[in-house]
């Protein structure tokens, strides 16, 4: 299963559309689109496609919305970790 980000911008908001399958990998790779589109546009997370997580990427989305990054369309599984802390506990 592979990784796809889809970036989209209208006026001052950049949505990333993400699908298939987020790791750690996949989490540094956002981070520095993160750096490099936060610095002038708000951005939001479409999480739709999203079919697997692991617990580095649940805490990533976690933190961005903590962060203010709005997430739509978040599977109800991932909303379930991040409340919980991760798939283990």
Same mark, same amino acid.
């Given at each position: 299963?592979?990784?796809?980000?889809?970036? @989209?911008?209208? !006026?001052?908001?950049?949505t990333?559309?993400? @699908?298939g399958r987020i790791k750690a990998g !996949? +989490?540094?790779e956002l981070k520095r689109l993160f750096e +490099? !589109?936060?610095q002038d546009h708000r951005i939001v997370l479409?999480?739709?496609e999203v079919?697997?997580?692991d617990q580095d990427a649940v805490r990533f989305l976690a933190r961005c919305e903590a962060n203010g990054t709005q997430?739509?369309?978040?599977?109800?599984?991932i909303r379930e970790w991040m409340v919980r802390g991760g798939p283990c506990r």
């Open positions: 299963m592979t990784f796809k980000i889809q970036r @989209s911008a209208k !006026e001052d908001i950049v990333f559309a993400l @699908s !996949e +989490v540094a +490099v !589109e936060g479409d999480l739709k079919k697997l997580a997430l739509m369309n978040c599977p109800a599984y």
